[in-house]
């Protein structure tokens, strides 16, 4: 059985705005994992008949010390699981998750609601922040912008 990881922020997010994309992929026969830095949803998910996987990281956080442990946790976590296919949702997942999966072979899709508040004016964490989303993007397999400034930018 092929696996699908849904990868998130926050539980709360995959339960309220992927709740009938996970049916939909079990229904079609696909083993879902999901994968958020909280848990509050966990219950839902499982009820929903996906696996649920809490990898703790501080989703606004920006100490590069603890950004590079959050990448190193990703990259774990995806060679122990090796899904077929990865959609990851929110800004460090999109970053990292797709960093990590590039590294592994891992396709992956990621869904950018928005840049961030990085984005408003520009500086050097504007910069470094484009920087990365160059190399964490460049092996995407798709990449939804659900805006056309984002798209871009």
């Known amino acids: 059985m092929k696996k699908i990881l849904i990868s998130a922020n ?3 997010y995959i ?3 992927r709740k ?16 958020a830095a909280t848990c509050e949803k966990k219950q839902d ?5 996906a696996e649920f996987i809490q990898l703790q ?4 956080g920006t100490n590069i010390f603890s950004e590079a ?3 190193i946790k990703f990259l774990q976590f995806y060679k122990k699981i090796q ?18 999966a590039s590294i592994l072979g891992i396709k992956v899709i990621n869904n950018v609601s928005g840049l961030g508040k ?13 920087l990365l989303y160059r190399i964490s993007y460049n092996n995407s397999h798709y990449i939804f912008f659900q805006n056309k400034r984002d798209f871009d930018e």
Request: net charge positive; charged share 20%; proline share 3%.
């Open 10 to 12: 926050t539980s709360w």
């Open 15 to 17: 339960f309220n705005f």
């Open 20 to 35: 009938n994309t996970i049916k939909a992929l079990i229904a079609d026969g696909y083993e879902v994992i999901t994968l």
């Open 45 to 49: 998910l499982e009820s929903l008949g």
């Open 57 to 60: 990281f501080n989703p606004k």
């Open 69 to 71: 442990f959050t990448l």
């Open 83 to 100: 899904p077929d296919l990865i959609l990851h949702f929110t800004t460090k997942n999109n970053l990292y998750g797709s960093l990590a």
């Open 118 to 130: 990085l984005f408003i004016k520009d500086g050097v964490k504007k910069n470094l922040m484009k």
